[in-house]
């Protein structure tokens, strides 16, 4: 029997209208600014989306474009006069940066307080410390939602999360180990021997690699939960854009999986609605 889709729009949506409900008791306005640099096509469209998300929940938004031969000191200024911004509740840097800066230190500058993608140090640590009420990456915390919604029981089961970056892969595997969710978490990575035998063992797996269609059908226990958080460019000539979006996970899945996330429309929804999320929190915080 084909997979049930994990539909992360719908989920969104249900999200959304209890953000809805909580913008309404807040003191002031949430208010959301993000700061883009340079003319990266792909980029302009994340931000534009994320714009378009304030306007229907009523967050305030502020764009502030800078062209991609700024120096590192003009966005670091920019950030701290954010800090600075009494008004300003969270503050996003989009991804990529021009390859000329330096995106750590940059994120490090913002005042965790309004840090809503949840990558300063402070709030990573935060979730360490299993202290989840604050800013958490978006991606992860998305993952969560969608697990919660779709009512998948973590506790006692195990999850293989496939990846180990700062923001989405590390955080995951914490997410879901973390009281309240009780999964057992193994991580894989390149260095792992056989990453085909520990997806094999595993109830849930996570796919945040960044490699079209890596994950196959023979890699995943019949019935397996499996939430593809890959977004990747790939080139199909029967297409008339002549390319294609996929995710780490390969179609052939959905024989297999008993719950699958699509790509597009799974984790990509719910990220952005974890952000307006975030920004609502920020801004509860910061006037309680």
Same mark, same amino acid.
């Given at each position: 029997?084909?997979?049930?889709?994990?539909?992360?729009?719908?989920?969104?949506?249900?999200?959304?209208?209890?953000?809805?409900?909580? /913008?309404?008791?807040?003191?002031?306005?949430?208010?959301?600014?993000?700061?883009?640099?340079?003319?990266?096509?792909?980029?302009?469209?994340?931000?534009?989306?994320?714009?378009?998300?304030?306007?229907?929940?009523?967050?305030?938004?502020?764009? /502030?474009?800078?062209?991609?031969?700024?120096?590192?000191?003009?966005?670091?200024?920019? /950030?701290?006069?954010?800090?600075?911004?009494?008004?300003?509740?969270?503050?996003?840097?989009?991804?990529?940066?021009?390859?000329?800066?330096?995106?750590?230190?940059?994120?490090?500058?913002?005042?965790?307080?309004?840090?809503?993608?949840?990558?300063?140090?402070?709030?990573?640590?935060?979730?360490?410390?299993?202290?989840?009420?604050?800013?958490?990456?978006?991606?992860?915390?998305?993952?969560?939602?969608?697990?919660?919604?779709?009512?998948?029981?973590?506790?006692?089961?195990?999850?293989?999360? /496939?990846?180990?970056?700062?923001?989405?892969?590390?955080?995951?595997?914490?997410?879901?180990?973390?009281?309240?969710?009780?999964?057992?978490?193994?991580?894989?990575?390149?260095?792992?021997?056989?990453?085909?035998?520990?997806?094999?063992?595993?109830?849930?797996?996570?796919?945040?690699?960044?490699?079209?269609?890596?994950?196959?059908?023979?890699?995943?226990?019949?019935?397996?939960?499996?939430?593809?958080?890959?977004?990747?460019?790939?080139?199909?000539?029967?297409?008339?854009?002549?390319?294609?979006?996929?995710?780490?996970?390969?179609?052939?899945?959905?024989?297999?999986?008993?719950?699958?996330?699509?790509?597009?429309?799974?984790?990509?929804?719910?990220?952005?609605?974890?952000?307006?999320?975030?920004?609502?929190?920020?801004?509860?915080?910061?006037?309680?």
């Amino acid at each position: 029997m084909p997979a049930r889709r994990l539909d992360g729009k719908s989920c969104a949506a249900d999200l959304e209208e209890a953000l809805k409900q909580r /913008i309404a008791r807040c003191k002031n306005q949430p208010h959301l600014a993000v700061v883009i640099v340079g003319d990266d096509p792909a980029s302009h469209v994340y931000v534009n989306n994320k714009i378009r998300s304030c306007e229907r929940l009523g967050i305030k938004s502020t764009h /502030i474009e800078l062209p991609a031969n700024s120096k590192q000191e003009e966005v670091a200024k920019t /950030i701290i006069s954010l800090n600075n911004d009494k008004s300003l509740h969270g503050i996003l840097i989009q991804s990529p940066l021009p390859s000329h800066m330096d995106e750590e230190s940059l994120t490090d500058l913002i005042d965790p307080r309004k840090d809503v993608d949840g990558f300063h140090p402070a709030n990573l640590g935060r979730i360490v410390q299993g202290r989840l009420n604050g800013m958490i990456p978006c991606t992860p915390a998305g993952v969560m939602e969608m697990l919660r919604w779709a009512k998948v029981e973590l506790e006692g089961k195990k999850a293989v999360v /496939i990846g180990r970056s700062f923001n989405v892969g590390m955080p995951q595997a914490l997410l879901l180990s973390s009281r309240g969710a009780d999964a057992t978490v193994t991580i894989v990575h390149s260095r792992t021997i056989d990453v085909k035998t520990e997806c094999l063992s595993a109830d849930i797996v996570i796919a945040a690699v960044g490699r079209p269609e890596m994950v196959k059908a023979d890699w995943i226990k019949p019935g397996a939960v499996v939430i593809d958080v890959g977004i990747n460019r790939v080139d199909d000539q029967t297409r008339e854009r002549g390319w294609r979006l996929a995710g780490d996970v390969d179609p052939s899945v959905a024989d297999v999986a008993s719950l699958l996330s699509p790509v597009p429309g799974g984790v990509g929804p719910m990220t952005v609605a974890m952000l307006m999320a975030n920004t609502v929190t920020a801004a509860e915080a910061q006037h309680s």
